[in-house]
């Protein structure tokens, strides 16, 4: 059974930058695709990013776009999620999770795996 792990969370402030990890137990990955979604304290689950397996298309949120870049391993089935420029509002669990595309992730359906969630905390 296919199983997510993030890494890389913690407590940084306004202006720091932090690399989160993805990491997939198990799985070939010839298709489909590795996306991050977070949850800020109150409010619901929104899409962040999203890359392809195979040819490493990327798809991103506005609100992180031009700040953020995912990259994946494909030998090592891991995705990292690069963010700069974090502000208060970035503040939120993160989370990894498989699909069969980058539409398919960014609307959040036919989601096959998520991960537990990493916590990001931005202090101003």
């Known amino acids: 059974q296919e199983r997510l792990v993030e890494s890389g969370g913690g407590l940084v402030q306004a202006g720091d930058s932090l690399r989160l990890s993805c990491a997939a137990s198990?799985?070939?990955?010839?298709?489909?695709?590795l996306g991050w979604f977070r949850q800020p304290p109150g409010k619901e689950r929104e899409f962040v990013a999203a890359?392809?397996?195979?040819?490493?298309?990327?798809r991103y949120a506005d609100s992180v776009k031009g700040r953020t870049t995912l990259t994946y391993d494909k030998a090592k089935k891991r995705g990292d999620l690069q963010m700069t420029s974090l502000q208060p509002e970035d503040t939120a669990v993160y989370y990894c999770?498989?699909?069969?595309?980058?539409?398919?992730?960014?609307?959040?359906?036919?989601?096959?795996?998520w991960g537990q969630g990493t916590q990001v905390t931005v202090s101003s």
């Open positions: 999770a498989t699909g069969p595309s980058l539409w398919h992730l960014q609307n959040s359906m036919d989601i096959r795996t």
């Open positions: 198990t799985g070939t990955f010839n298709s489909g695709a």
């Open positions: 890359i392809t397996w195979t040819a490493g298309h990327t």
